[in-house]
């Protein structure tokens, strides 16, 4: 946006409070669940709703990413907190309008202040969604937002490619045929 002087601002684009709403959902389903996982499943340590597929398990994650880094908490933190700035700031600020551009980044800011919340509160993150049958990490609903964010940023963003890809071969094949034309000429 250009001012009165002609020097250029930012501004926000877009509907910037939908994206803020999105993040501040998925944190607080996040912190609800792991109150829930600590009230709830922590005397018990698990449960199992699918037996030799899915269980609930407390666990507490001092680390990264399953458990990685444990022994560089204040480094990921550090890391965690300014690329939470940096994809705030971008989604709110810099980001072209596509809707599932701006959802995926609105999930992986509110997964990561989730993350974050326990990690500064608790010095762990609570884990409880355990998939012992194929998978052997146990993670939460945070993880998951940041995981589903970055899912659909990779599908947006391998879509915007082929887009841009065909748009050029449509453009090859209309300038071969037009140089082709020409030579019958």
Request: with cysteine; glycine share 10%; aromatic share 12%.
């Amino acid at each position: 946006m250009t001012g009165t002087n002609g020097n250029k601002r930012l501004c926000m684009r877009g509907r910037p409070w939908l994206w803020l709403i999105l993040s501040l959902a998925s944190v607080t389903i996040d912190q609800i669940s792991k109150w829930l996982c600590v009230t709830y499943l922590k005397p018990v340590s698990s449960v199992t709703l699918i037996p030799g597929l899915l269980k609930l398990t407390y666990l507490q994650n001092e680390g990264a990413a399953f458990g990685s880094l444990s022994d560089h908490r204040w480094i990921f933190m550090i890391f965690s907190t300014v690329a939470i700035i940096g994809v705030t700031f971008y989604l709110l600020f810099l980001s072209e309008q596509n809707r599932w551009l701006r959802a995926s980044l609105a999930l992986i800011v509110g997964g990561g202040i989730g993350n974050m919340i326990d990690r500064i509160s608790l010095g762990y993150v609570i884990d409880m969604i355990d998939f012992y049958g194929i998978w052997p990490y146990i993670f939460n609903v945070a993880d998951s937002c940041v995981c589903v964010g970055a899912g659909i940023m990779v599908l947006y963003c391998g879509l915007e490619l082929y887009r841009e890809y065909k748009q050029g071969s449509n453009k090859a094949d209309e300038n071969s045929l037009s140089e082709s034309d020409g030579d019958k000429a």
